[in-house]
């Protein structure tokens, strides 16, 4: 694991940034990037006298609260922003957790997380057009590669800015043999076309609810696919899935791999009601026949061939898709990003960034952990447990990321001993952990008799 930034660095991006213009200045890049990095709380609950006196008790500069008031400016946005560019350009690939893993380059999954910020920023970050125009909402897109933790994308957006169109900008990343695993609101037929022919990459994800299949009938003719009817078949002969080879979208036709799933009734009864409800909220009186049989299944779609994938592992491979909900669930609960107040625009974003520099920070020290004890011990860690050994040690993280020498030898010591002690991953009864799912997708760890439709559909 490398040190993140030399003083040198730092300065030269407060330099370069123009947040650093006097040498005499008391409050130069290092204080200011150890202050909202190290030292920051949640936004609703730290105020500028106490970073005034923070800065006073740790490092010796007297500033008052206008004047601290003053430094978060356009600047100091641009100088956190060149530093994370930094931090995650200079991630280390390293290692799969998984050696013997051939196929695929990378398995990346992705989401996005929203929350509420003051309704005086609603200019910049704007909720949908049929919503009321004076709410705010921030929405942060997330991918990494699950077997070696280096961060695709991170980056902060709108909610304005939907999913299924944020293909545009990240597909850039992604290179040939990735497994590329995604959740339904990326479901753009544009995006995994050119996830396949453009990057050729591995693709599985849900098929939209609104989006329809088509297969050749004995004359080569496209006929749309009538999921009523396949149900229908599927639920009088006992069939727990069922498989096509599609042509998915009336102008796109992609050709794909699709499985059809079939769940449990009461999982079909819940998404039932929130379709019901969605409706109602919306104004609509009716929901047609189609709209709800697509409630009672799951439709899967993916290029990867049956030979290398199986029906059961297509499930068992999408189902690690939930990592990244826990992923969001401690940056919430842990590190408190979406704790907010009415601040001006500057400091939000400086803020903002901030935690962004925080999440890479704990993220890196925590893959560096994980990945040494799986390689010693072939267990896991958990992120959860870990965030928050990582945030109530700031100042040892502060010492790996920005220090050389025995004080970075000893801190690192001091963390690790700390994980390996604590923050074991527990697995309850009859679960597995995501690299055991992994392992027996793949087929690279002992084969185990399991149902083709696990339990936790609900999940899907």
């Known amino acids: 694991m490398s040190v993140a930034f030399s003083q040198e660095d730092i300065q030269r991006l407060a330099a370069e940034s123009q947040f650093y213009k006097r040498a005499n200045s008391k409050l130069n890049g290092q204080i200011f990037l150890e202050l909202i990095v190290f030292h920051a709380q949640a936004l609703k609950q730290q105020t500028l006298v106490d970073l005034a006196l923070l800065a006073e008790d740790d490092y010796g500069v007297e500033i008052t609260k206008q004047a601290l008031h003053d430094r978060f400016n356009s600047c100091a946005v641009r100088f956190l922003t060149l530093a994370l560019q930094r931090l995650l350009q200079t991630q280390i ?8 893993i051939t196929g695929f380059n990378r398995i990346l999954i992705k989401d996005s997380t929203c929350f509420g910020v003051d309704k ?32 695709n994308d991170l980056s902060i957006h709108a909610f304005r800015d939907q999913d299924n169109q944020d293909w545009q900008t990240t597909n850039a990343y992604i290179q040939e043999g990735d497994l590329v695993i995604r959740d339904l609101g990326y479901m753009h037929l544009e995006s995994i076309k050119d996830l396949i022919e453009s990057c050729n990459a591995n693709v599985l994800c849900r098929l ?43 102008k796109v036709q992609l050709p794909m791999r699709m499985v059809i799933f079939d769940l449990p009734d009461d999982v079909a009864s819940a998404r039932i009601r929130k379709v019901r409800k969605e409706r109602k909220r919306n104004g609509s009186k ?67 960034i901030a935690k962004l520099l925080q999440i890479v920070m704990i993220w890196q020290f925590f893959w560096c952990m994980h990945k040494w004890w799986f390689s010693c011990r072939t267990k896991c860690l958990s992120l959860f447990k870990a965030s928050k050994l990582l945030m109530n040690n700031l100042s040892i ?11 970075r030898l000893i801190a690192l010591r001091k963390l690790l001993n700390k994980a390996t002690r604590h923050c074991m991953l527990e697995i309850k009864k009859g679960d597995k952990n995501m690299i055991s799912i992994i392992e027996q997708a793949l087929n690279l760890g002992p084969a185990t008799e399991t149902k083709c439709i696990p339990n936790n559909f609900n999940r899907l």
């Open 93 to 100: 690939k390293g290692e799969s957790l998984l050696k013997e």
């Open 208 to 250: 939209d609810t609104r989006t329809d299949a088509y297969i050749k009938n004995n004359k080569e003719e496209m006929v749309k696919l009538n999921f009523s009817e396949e149900h229908k078949k599927m639920r009088e002969l006992g069939l727990s899935t069922r498989e096509f080879n599609v042509f998915i979208g009336v």
């Open 120 to 151: 005086s920023l609603h200019e910049l970050y704007p909720v949908s057009g049929h919503e009321d125009d004076t709410k705010a909402t921030v929405r942060i897109q997330f991918e990494y590669d699950i077997l070696r933790g280096t961060i």
């Open 286 to 352: 009716t929901i047609k026949e189609e709209t709800l049989v697509r409630a009672r299944i799951t439709i899967m779609i993916t290029n990867i061939a049956a030979v290398r994938l199986s029906q059961k592992e297509i499930y068992s491979l999408y189902s690690i898709r939930w990592q990244v909900e826990l992923i969001f669930k401690s940056w919430k609960s842990i590190l408190k990003i979406d704790k907010m107040k009415k601040v001006k625009r500057d400091r939000f974003e400086c803020f903002l």
């Open 397 to 407: 993280v502060r010492n790996v990321h920005l220090c050389k020498g025995a004080q």
